[in-house]
């Protein structure tokens, strides 16, 4: 099944769903490379449908203040580096990690 794909976000939805706890969610690089979509617009379209909540959020939980905010462009975005930045964020937490 394709990344970023309506039925992708189908099975991830009904995934999620069976936890039966409430969740919110942002999109990550693979999200956006459906490839029945022609622009990140409609793929992020999709993602509302499939999902019921839009890619960005914010939520009071107690004196906590929780935000969702993806900055993921894919085709919108001549210059896509997200993927890289994602990768080196990744590595970073997991050699730091690994010093613990």
């Known amino acids: 099944m394709p990344a970023g794909s309506r039925a992708c976000f189908q099975v991830a939805n009904e995934y999620l769903s069976a936890f039966q706890i409430p969740v919110r969610l942002i999109t990550g690089n ?4 459906g490839e029945e979509f022609a622009e990140d617009a ?7 449908q499939a999902f ?6 914010a939520e009071q939980l107690g004196p906590v203040l929780c935000v ?6 894919f085709r919108s975005n001549k210059h896509r580096w997200a993927a890289g930045l994602t990768g080196l964020l990744r590595c970073g937490i997991m050699m730091q990690q690994a010093e613990c």
Do not use: I, K, M, P
């Not at 693979?30 to 490379?33: A, N, P, Y």
């Open 42 to 48: 409609d793929n992020l379209t999709a993602w509302h």
């Open 68 to 73: 969702g905010l993806s900055t993921v462009r």
């Open 52 to 57: 019921g909540q839009h890619h960005y959020w």
């Open 30 to 33: 693979h999200d956006l490379e």
